[in-house]
C-alpha cells in the first residue's frame, strides 16, 4: 500500500480554527504531534509510535485546521510490553511497517510509556537497519533540550543526524546556493514567497525549499548549499552547520526586544537580511537588481502607508509585530493592552512579563511614540480609556474578540487577520495594510451577531475558555508544596 | 499483531466521551500534556464548547521520576477553586499509571478540602480500549452520584418516567439529535424524561432513581443499566439506535410495550407524512438511490448496525462491508445478523477492504475521507470523530426528520462527486490554485 501523507493544509480552511485558544493557553501539544508535523511534510515517510493507541490515534488530528495525520501506525502497547519492554515487538513491527507499506523512511517515535519502561530503541533500530531496505529513525525528543517546538525539532534532528549526515560524504557544497525552510507544522509557507524572490534577485540560487513535499532522498541536499535559511533557530540546521559547515541563517529571533532584529519585516528588515544570506553564502548582492525588485513594491508601501499614517492605534496583547507593522505604517500607538495571562502561559515569570513590557515601551518611544500601558485592567476600564484617547481602531490580541469592541463603538481588528507572524519583508505589511484600510472603511458591524460571556479575569477569551486557560497555567507552572 | 493503525482510541478517550456533555463536571487528565491536548481538542471540536471540560493536571517531565502526587493534589484544589464543579473526575493515564501514582490516596487527602465529589478513572493508555472507558467512567459517575440514595429502601417511582442512556453530545448533528429524540419521545409516547446521558448537570443524574424505565440506545452504557438494576430495581430495554424510521418505531414500541402505554397514533402518522410529503417534493432524486447505492458503513456499534438496517431496508442500498471501529457489549449479537461485518482493528485492514470493495458511498467520520478521496466515492459523515463539519444547527439524523437528513447528505455527497471529478480533472490539468492555499 502506497503511503501517501499529505503535508498541505488549507489557509481557508484553518481560518475556521484559529480562534481556538490551544497553543500555551488551555493546552499545550505533546512531542508526538510535532513529530508528525514534521514527518508529514516528507513524502513516503512512515511514523511508527512506540506506544499504547491512544498516543497514535489521539494524534491523527491535528489540533489547528482540519488536517488529518491518516496514517500514524503504532506497536499498540498493552500491560505486557509496561512490564517486559517492548523492543522486541518493535522490531517486529518495523519490519512488517517496510512489508506493508514500502516506505522509504521510517520513524519511530518513542512515547511516555516507552521512555519510562526504558526501551533501547537505538539498539532495536540498528538490528533493524539489517534487514529493511529503507532508512530507518528514531526520535526520542531528549536531543533537542526544550528547544519548540520539541517533536518537530528533535524529528529533523534525528533525520539529519542519522540518514543526511551519514550519507553526503560525497555532496560538495556550491557556492551561492540556499535552502529555504517553511518548517512543517502550523505555520504558513508565505515566509518564503517574497524570501526566494528576493534572493535571486540578489544572485543567489535558491537551491530547494523544504521540507514541503520533498522526496528523502532530497534531504541529502540540505548538506548541499552555502546556507540553509530557517525561519527560527532549528537544532539540526546549526548541527549541520558545526558538522558539514553549512550555515545556518535564523530570520526570526524571538528573544529580541528589538523588534526591528526579531521580526524581517519591512524592507530595511528584509535587506538587512539578505545582505547577511550573502554574505554567508559568499555572494556580493546585485543592488541595482535587488532595487529594481522593491521598487514597485515600495511604491505601493507609500501609498498604503499615505492613507493610514497617523491613525491612533491601540494594541492589544502583541508579541511585536503589530506594534513594528503600526511603527512602519505610520501609525499613532496611543495605547498598549496587557492582559498578562496569555503571556503567563508561554512560562513567562512576573519579572519577565515586567521586562517585556518596559522593552517594548522604550523600544516604541525611541521612535516618538509614548503609549499609554494598560496592564490587566477590567475590561470596561479599557474601553473607557480608549473612548478617551480618541482611538480609531484597536488591533486585538491573537485570541482576544473583536466583537467584544464592536458591541461598545469601537472599531477592532483582529491580529489574525493581519498575518504578520512568521512573514518576511515589505509583503505581509503591504497586504496588512490593506486589510487595515478595508477595516477602517467598512467600520463597525451595526449589529454583530457574537455576542459571548467573556472571562472576568482573562477577558480576551469567553467564560469556559478563560477557565480552561487559567486552569492550565496554574497547574503547569505553580509549585506543588 | 505487532504494528496497528488503531481505529479507535484507548480507555483515556472513552472517559472524555462519557463526561463530554455532563455540565458541571471537570474532568483531570493526570498525565502528560500530549494526553490532555488530544482529548482537549476532540472534545472541543465535536461538542458545547459552553462545557468543554478537560484539564490538565500539569505533570511535568521532572515528575516522571518523584511522582505527580503532589501535583495532581494541587491541580484538583485548582479545578474546584476556578470552575467549581459538583463532580471532579481524574482519569489517570499513562506515565502517572506506570510511576504508580497512588491516585486514590491523593483523592482521600483532598476530600476534606475540596467540597464536591471526586472519582478516579484508570485510563492508562495500555490497559484498553475506549469504550472500557466510557462504560466504566459513566458508571463511576452515576455510582458517585447515588451514592446517598444508595442506603434507602425505596424510591418514589414517577410512572412513565425514562432515562436515556448511551446520547453521545459529541457525534455529528447531536443537538438536533437531542432535540428530536425528546420529542419524539414526549409526543408520541408521551413520557417524561428524567435524564439524557449525558447531556445533564450532575443533579440531573440523581434524578435517575425516579425512572420507570432505562432505555438503552444502541448498546452504549448497558453497564449503567445493569447497575441501575442492580442497585436501584431499575428496569432497562436495549433499543436500536433510532436511525431510520423502521428503528425508531422500534424504539416506540419496546418502551409503549415495556411500560404499557399507549402510542399516539395521531402524532406517529403526523410524522409518517411529514416523510412522506418530503419524498414525494423531491421523488425523482430519492428513486435515483433506491436500490441504486454500494455501500460500506465505518462506525460505533451503537450506530453503524441502525445505519445498515436503515439504508438496507429502508432504501434498499447494498451494503457491502460494515466495520465496527469501536464496540459495546451488545455488538456480539449484532454481528451475527450482519455477514459482512467485523470489528475492525487495524486501519490498513480497512484500507485495503474499502479499496478492494470500491463502494460508491462510504458511511463513516473524518478519518474516512482520505479512503473515500482515494477510492473515488463519496463519504456521508454521520459518526465520531468529525471534525471537518460543523453541526451548528438541528438538523438531525435520529428519528423520522432523520431519516431524510440522511438521505439528503446521501444525495448531496453523490452530487458533491461531480465537483470532486472536475478537481481531479484540474490537478492532471495542472490548472488550480488549491495546493497554494
Not at chain 2, 420529542?183 to 409516547?189: A, D
Request: aromatic share 10%.
Amino acid at each position: 500500500m502506497k503511503i501517501i501523507n499529505i503535508p498541505y493544509v488549507s489557509e481557508i480552511a484553518s481560518k475556521i480554527t484559529e480562534a481556538f485558544p490551544f497553543h500555551n493557553a488551555a493546552c499545550i501539544d505533546g512531542k508526538i504531534l510535532g513529530a508528525l508535523w514534521a514527518i508529514y511534510q516528507i513524502r513516503n515517510v512512515l511514523p511508527i509510535i512506540h506506544g499504547p493507541i491512544g498516543c497514535s490515534w489521539q494524534r491523527k488530528f491535528a489540533l489547528m485546521g482540519s488536517e488529518i495525520h491518516y496514517w500514524t501506525p503504532c506497536t499498540a502497547w498493552s500491560e505486557t510490553e509496561v512490564v517486559y519492554g517492548g523492543e522486541e515487538k518493535l522490531y517486529k513491527a518495523i519490519v512488517e511497517a517496510y512489508e506493508k507499506f514500502k516506505p522509504k523512511m521510517i520513524v519511530v517515535l518513542t512515547t511516555c510509556a516507552s521512555d519510562m519502561v526504558g526501551d533501547d530503541v537505538e539498539y532495536v533500530v540498528d538490528r533493524a537497519r539489517k534487514v529493511v531496505k529503507c532508512p530507518i529513525v528514531y526520535s526520542t525528543g531528549d536531543k533537542v533540550g526544550k528547544t519548540r517546538q520539541v517533536g518537530s525539532q528533535d524529528v529533523l534532528y534525528s533525520i539529519v543526524e542519522q540518514y543526511v549526515v551519514p550519507n553526503c560524504e560525497n555532496v560538495e557544497i556550491e557556492d551561492g546556493t540556499v535552502n529555504l525552510m517553511t518548517i512543517g507544522g502550523e505555520y504558513s509557507r508565505s515566509i518564503v514567497t517574497e524570501l526566494e524572490g528576493v534572493l535571486k534577485a540578489a544572485g543567489l540560487r535558491v537551491n530547494k525549499i523544504y521540507f514541503e513535499d520533498r522526496e528523502v532522498e532530497e534531504l541529502l541536499e540540505l548538506a548541499k548549499v552555502r546556507v540553509n535559511v530557517v525561519p527560527y533557530y532549528q537544532v539540526w540546521a546549526r548541527y549541520l552547520s558545526d558538522v558539514k559547515g553549512v550555515r545556518d541563517f535564523v530570520l526570526i529571533n524571538f528573544e529580541e526586544y528589538d523588534l526591528e532584529k526579531a521580526y524581517p519585516l519591512g524592507y530595511e528588515a528584509a535587506i538587512n537580511k539578505i545582505f547577511e544570506i550573502c554574505k554567508l553564502a559568499n555572494v556580493e548582492p546585485d543592488e541595482k537588481s535587488l532595487e529594481r525588485f522593491y521598487k514597485p513594491m515600495l511604491d505601493r508601501f507609500e501609498k498604503i502607508k499615505r492613507r493610514v499614517s497617523g491613525l491612533k492605534v491601540c494594541i492589544e496583547n502583541d508579541w511585536g509585530t503589530c506594534m513594528l507593522f503600526a511603527l512602519k505604517l505610520g501609525l499613532k500607538i496611543e495605547a498598549l493592552v496587557f492582559w498578562t495571562e496569555q503571556y503567563r502561559g508561554h512560562g513567562y515569570s512576573e519579572s519577565s512579563i515586567k521586562m517585556m513590557i518596559d522593552g517594548y515601551v522604550q523600544y516604541l518611544r525611541q521612535y516618538g511614540q509614548d503609549p499609554e500601558v494598560i496592564v490587566d485592567e477590567k475590561f470596561e476600564n479599557v474601553i473607557d480609556k480608549i473612548k478617551r484617547r480618541n482611538i480609531d481602531l484597536v488591533i486585538t490580541g491573537w485570541w482576544s474578540k473583536p466583537f467584544k469592541y464592536h458591541k461598545n463603538g469601537v472599531v477592532a481588528i483582529s491580529s489574525r487577520n493581519l498575518k504578520l507572524f512568521f512573514e518576511f519583508g515589505l509583503t505581509p505589511l503591504i497586504n496588512a495594510g490593506e486589510v487595515l484600510i478595508k477595516k477602517i472603511e467598512k467600520g463597525i458591524p451595526t449589529n454583530p451577531v457574537v455576542d459571548i460571556e467573556i472571562n472576568e479575569k482573562l477577558p480576551y477569551l469567553s467564560k469556559r475558555w478563560g477557565e480552561l486557560t487559567l486552569l492550565f497555567h496554574l497547574n503547569r507552572y505553580e509549585k506543588p508544596e | 499483531m505487532n504494528l496497528i493503525d488503531p481505529v479507535h482510541d484507548c480507555r483515556l478517550v472513552g472517559v472524555v466521551r462519557a463526561v463530554t456533555g455532563i455540565h458541571d463536571c471537570a474532568l483531570i487528565i493526570h498525565g502528560r500534556p500530549g494526553c490532555h491536548s488530544g482529548p482537549l481538542g476532540l472534545q472541543s471540536q465535536t461538542s458545547s464548547q459552553r462545557y468543554v471540560n478537560v484539564v490538565y493536571s500539569g505533570l511535568r517531565s521532572e515528575e516522571m521520576v518523584t511522582g505527580g502526587e503532589k501535583r495532581l493534589k494541587l491541580a484538583i484544589e485548582n479545578v474546584y477553586k476556578v470552575m467549581k464543579p459538583k463532580l471532579i473526575v481524574v482519569a489517570s493515564a499513562s506515565a502517572a499509571g506506570i510511576m504508580g501514582d497512588d491516585v486514590d490516596g491523593v483523592i482521600g487527602e483532598i476530600s476534606s478540602s475540596v467540597k464536591c465529589r471526586i472519582v478516579h478513572i484508570s485510563a492508562c493508555g495500555y490497559s484498553g480500549p475506549e469504550w472500557t472507558g466510557y462504560e466504566d467512567a459513566l458508571v463511576k459517575i452515576v455510582e458517585t452520584v447515588l451514592e446517598e440514595y444508595k442506603s434507602r429502601q425505596s424510591f418514589e417511582k414517577t410512572k412513565n418516567r425514562i432515562s436515556i442512556v448511551g446520547f453521545h453530545p459529541d457525534e455529528p448533528f447531536w443537538r438536533g439529535d437531542l432535540q428530536e429524540l425528546i420529542n419524539i419521545l414526549k409526543e408520541i409516547l408521551n413520557v417524561d424524561i428524567s435524564v439524557v446521558l449525558n447531556w445533564c448537570s450532575i443533579e440531573e443524574i440523581s434524578n435517575i432513581v425516579n425512572s420507570d424505565l432505562v432505555v438503552v440506545l444502541g448498546g452504549d452504557g448497558l453497564s449503567v443499566a445493569d447497575y441501575l438494576k442492580k442497585n436501584f430495581n431499575i428496569e432497562y430495554i436495549v433499543t436500536p439506535y433510532p436511525i431510520g424510521i423502521k428503528n425508531t418505531i422500534d424504539m416506540i414500541y419496546s418502551i409503549s410495550s415495556k411500560l404499557g402505554i399507549d402510542i399516539n397514533t395521531k402524532k406517529l402518522e403526523a410524522y409518517e407524512k411529514y416523510v412522506r410529503d418530503i419524498i414525494e417534493d423531491f421523488q425523482t432524486y430519492v428513486e435515483g438511490i433506491y436500490g441504486n447505492v454500494r455501500c460500506v458503513i465505518v462506525g460505533e456499534s451503537s450506530r453503524a448496525f441502525s445505519l445498515a438496517n436503515f439504508l438496507l431496508n429502508e432504501l434498499d442500498f447494498d451494503i457491502e462491508y460494515i466495520g465496527i471501529r469501536s464496540r459495546n457489549y451488545v455488538t456480539d449479537s449484532e454481528l451475527l445478523k450482519w455477514k459482512n461485518s467485523e470489528i475492525l482493528n487495524d486501519r490498513y485492514e480497512l484500507y485495503k477492504k474499502i479499496l478492494e470493495i470500491s463502494p460508491e458511498v462510504v458511511y463513516g467520520s473524518t478519518f474516512e475521507r482520505d479512503i473515500a478521496l482515494r477510492c473515488g466515492c463519496a463519504l456521508v459523515r454521520y459518526c465520531y470523530p468529525t471534525l471537518d463539519r460543523v453541526y451548528m444547527s438541528d438538523r438531525t439524523i435520529v428519528g423520522f426528520r432523520g431519516a431524510i437528513t440522511l438521505i439528503e447528505e446521501t444525495i448531496n455527497e453523490m452530487l458533491n462527486m461531480q465537483e470532486k471529478t472536475e478537481l481531479a480533472y484540474l490537478s492532471k490539468m495542472n490548472d488550480t490554485k488549491l495546493l497554494e492555499r
